[in-house]
């Protein structure tokens, strides 16, 4: 081979392994800015009349004269199109059998979605759920319904070979020579002023319960089940860690013991998440009977394992980090071996151990498989500090999974999905990044 | 009383202790540091635990349905009357997406690893380690959301121009590459200097025009491609292998760096590239370490539950041809977490169990790779540090 061969297959090399990594940055990018943008519509949106209507009646908030004044307002609206609903009833009564039938499921259709779009019509009966009470809380929502109230879904199955193709036919076109064409183009022009959409910031998505299964309202109880169980995974797992990790570090004699206590760590280190959960099931819950069932304790003492062996070895890490000479001083000063390790030893490490604390602390505030069998519910609301015993509480990450693919609502509220992982993508990434802030400030110090 | 009086007597004479201070010194020690010891041995205990309890309730199933059904037959109907727990569909399943992320993340892992620990110049790395640790630390469900809510969708609807322009981004360079050097090795043996250039570059368009036919009768295959459904084997290996990265690379970036520098300086030195001393020497010398960061990162491909249960379609069947990627698939995690819900409720039948047989298979494969890889690593550092 040639010595520009040589080169160019040097080259070559060099651009491929900066390829992958560029590939993973762009990954990151790829995951991380669809959530991001997305998650941030949940908190940031242009809510309509509906939402504020909402926020009064469920949780008192908003200025009650302004609101009432809205409505008033967007009340004068919409009832002309409901007027337009009522002259065609009137118009199709007197329609002969035939013709009645042929309009009769267009014109359910017509008002069921004019339904979905503005809520239910003043002065009829109050349905029983949440979710029927108001139209559409948020503007783009209701561009999606505006459009299908306009148009009518239909599907193509004309070439067999093909997929069915989805195709859309305007509405107003079924009803020509009718009085309702008129209703068609009357919501498409009024529909800011019937929905009166404002620029909203609506905090409450972090503070606030949910309402009717996350149709409305907020994240808070999942929010507070994954900070419990994160933290109390902690309170198991640190102390034990460190522990573990002083005597690694300290105290251990090479030997056959030794090594498989370490074989042990690593072990544990590689089973599976799912099988913690198998385990926190089969041993806390069914065997202890730590709680009757599902609970934040299972919960944390299940997470609590999995993450122990992560702060062990970080710690031991950290504990090996000590520059020797501070051992040295502190026993030629003459103090004991347990002096020398919690008074020089511990609190020069302590950073490190704390770096890997805090990213255990992520991990098991993202961890799912763990807690479905031993922690988490789909729908509930917040627990106070005293249920931790006894009682199961929402997660975000298990009500991420709920949502997105059991919850029968699921394409309807992905706002609050995003919104979800937004919320847990952010703690666990400023946990991450406090952590390797606090690393790169103590190679610093170790560094001088 | 007697303890105080033990106390001033030794601090009247400072380096003198009593015998039966000393005596009590010695026992608080030894007792401390058995209680440490204790503390330390919870791991150990854990683990046993952990197989203990997955094992008796997983022990039932094979008492009631025997061995032979679980790992023949793919007929999963555990809530059918009578019920049928065939696994191997599901055994399959794992295997499949598992083997299909190790594709995609093995290469790309150990080049990136090399990438940071031979290419990149220091200062690049600080930058680069902090991505891999984000990637790490993405909790899985987040990557499961991704997959089921933006990726699947896109597959389905552009399955087929995503394959193509896939296909056309990675091999155009390698083939590239690919004509050139054939072409020059070809050559070699020709000693007339213009000669050889002639028929060099009557080879390399011979070789160009190959390349190019290849390049565009494939990707027009690949864009014919009609993905029936987004939420597919593929789909799961793509973000699996995302999942996986950071642990190959890693891992495999501390064993490429416990190669010491001589060998490095060593090759430098007899005039070879960079390439050819990593390709060369240094892989070579890591290839254990390497080994082991592989299985590392396949066991947490393996192990991973919400990725796979959100968008991997969750059908227990064996895809036809056994190869094909489009279709959905079915995993051993994914069928302990979706199928415990109604299981529960029946503690005690066979359907309850053998979720807890399946963790066990889990378990076991997760131990046995997991003592490789370190019986690997324990051996590279032995090679190392002898030589």
Request: with cysteine; hydrophobic share 50%.
């Amino acid at each position: 081979m040639n010595l520009g061969t040589r080169k160019l297959l040097d080259r070559s090399f060099t651009a491929l392994g900066i390829g992958s990594i560029v590939i993973m940055g762009m990954m990151l990018l790829v995951v991380l800015v669809p959530i991001v943008f997305n998650g941030v519509t949940a908190n940031v949106f242009r809510g309509t009349v509906e939402h504020r209507k909402l926020l009064y009646n469920e949780f008192r908030r908003g200025d009650k004269a302004e609101l009432q004044r809205e409505i008033v307002e967007s009340d004068a609206v919409r009832s002309k199109a409901y007027a337009m609903l009522d002259q065609f009833e009137v118009e199709m009564s007197s329609m002969d059998e035939a013709k009645q039938a042929e309009y009769q499921d267009k014109y359910r259709q017509v008002k069921e979605s004019l339904k979905a779009l503005l809520g239910p019509r003043p002065g009829g009966d109050i349905p029983e759920l949440t979710r029927y009470k108001y139209g559409q809380t948020r503007w783009s929502k209701a561009e999606e319904k505006l459009h299908e109230l306009l148009y009518e879904k239909q599907w193509d199955y004309s070439n067999p070979d093909a997929e069915a193709k989805e195709y859309f036919v305007s509405r107003s076109a079924g009803f020509q020579g009718t009085s309702l064409v008129k209703l068609f183009p009357y919501v498409e022009e009024n529909l800011d002023r019937m929905l009166l959409p404002e620029w909203t910031i609506y905090w409450g998505f972090i503070t606030d319960s949910s309402i009717d299964s996350h149709i409305f309202g907020g994240i808070w109880p999942e929010i507070q089940g994954t900070i419990f169980l994160a933290i109390g995974a902690m309170l198991f797992a640190f102390p034990l860690g460190v522990i573990a990790a002083v005597y690694f570090t300290e105290y251990a004699r090479e030997g056959f013991f030794n090594s498989l206590l370490r074989s042990a760590n690593s072990t544990l280190a590689g089973v599976p998440s799912i099988v913690f959960g198998l385990f926190g099931l089969a041993f806390f819950i069914n065997t202890l009977k730590v709680s009757e069932s599902k609970s934040v304790l299972a919960g944390s003492l299940t997470l609590a394992i999995m993450i122990l062996p992560t702060i062990i070895r970080s710690a031991e890490e950290a504990i090996l980090a000590v520059p020797k000479t501070y051992r040295e001083a502190s026993l030629g000063l003459g103090s004991t071996k347990w002096n020398t390790i919690v008074t020089v030893i511990l609190p020069a490490a302590l950073p490190g151990i704390l770096t890997g604390g805090v990213i255990s602390l992520g991990r098991a505030a993202g961890e799912t498989a763990p807690i479905i069998f031993t922690a988490a519910v789909s729908v509930g609301s917040a627990i106070g500090l005293a249920d931790v015993f006894n009682s199961p509480t929402p997660a975000l990450s298990w009500n991420i999974y709920n949502l997105a693919s059991e919850h029968e609502a699921a394409s309807e509220i992905r706002h609050v999905q995003y919104g979800m992982v937004l919320a847990l993508v952010t703690i666990v990434l400023l946990l991450n990044m406090s952590a390797i802030i606090l690393r790169a400030r103590i190679s610093k110090k170790l560094k001088g | 009383m007697n303890e105080e009086g033990n106390a001033t007597a030794g601090r009247s004479s400072a380096f003198v202790v009593s015998a039966r201070k000393r005596k009590l010194q010695k026992i608080t020690k030894s007792a401390g540091e058995s209680l440490l010891f204790l503390v330390a041995a919870i791991v150990a205990i854990i683990v046993l635990f952990i197989f203990y309890f997955v094992a008796r309730d997983a022990i039932p199933f094979f008492q009631i349905r025997g061995f032979s059904e679980f790992f023949t037959s793919s007929e999963w109907y555990p809530a059918d009357d009578p019920p049928r727990f065939g696994a191997l569909a599901i055994i399959y399943g794992s295997l499949m997406v598992t083997a299909g992320s190790a594709l995609i993340a093995v290469p790309m892992g150990i080049i990136a690893a090399i990438c940071l620990s031979d290419v990149l110049p220091f200062s690049m790395r600080q930058y680069v380690k902090p991505v891999i640790e984000m990637l790490a630390a993405i909790p899985s469900v987040a990557f499961g959301f991704f997959a089921l809510v933006i990726l699947a969708p896109l597959l389905q609807s552009f399955g087929g121009p995503i394959l193509m322009w896939t296909w056309w981004l990675i091999a155009t360079p390698f083939l590239l590459l690919a004509v050139i050097v054939s072409s020059e090795l070809l050559v070699m043996s020709i000693s007339d200097d213009v000669r050889r250039q002639q028929v060099q570059r009557i080879l390399a368009s011979a070789f160009g025009i190959v390349a190019i036919l290849l390049l565009f009768f494939v990707g027009r295959g690949l864009q014919k491609i009609e993905i029936l459904t987004g939420t597919n084997a593929l789909n799961v290996s793509i973000i699996l292998s995302f999942m996986a990265l950071p642990t190959i690379v890693s891992v495999s970036e501390d064993a490429l760096q416990a190669v010491g520098r001589d060998m490095r300086e060593g090759s430098y030195a007899l005039g070879a590239t960079r390439a050819e001393t990593i390709i060369k020497i240094i892989l070579p010398a890591a290839s254990s370490g390497i080994l082991a960061a592989v299985i590392l990162g396949i066991m947490r491909a393996l192990g991973e539950t919400m990725v796979v249960w959100m968008a991997s379609g969750n059908s227990s069947h064996i895809p036809d041809p056994w190869f094909n990627y489009l279709e959905s698939v079915r995993t051993l995690t994914a069928t302990i977490a979706g199928d415990m819900g109604e299981a529960d409720q029946v503690t005690g039948s066979a359907r309850f169990h053998v979720l807890f047989a399946m963790g066990l298979l889990l378990l076991v494969i997760s131990f046995i790779s997991n003592f490789i890889s370190e019986r690997i690593v324990v051996r590279q550092r032995k090679i190392l540090s002898g030589q």
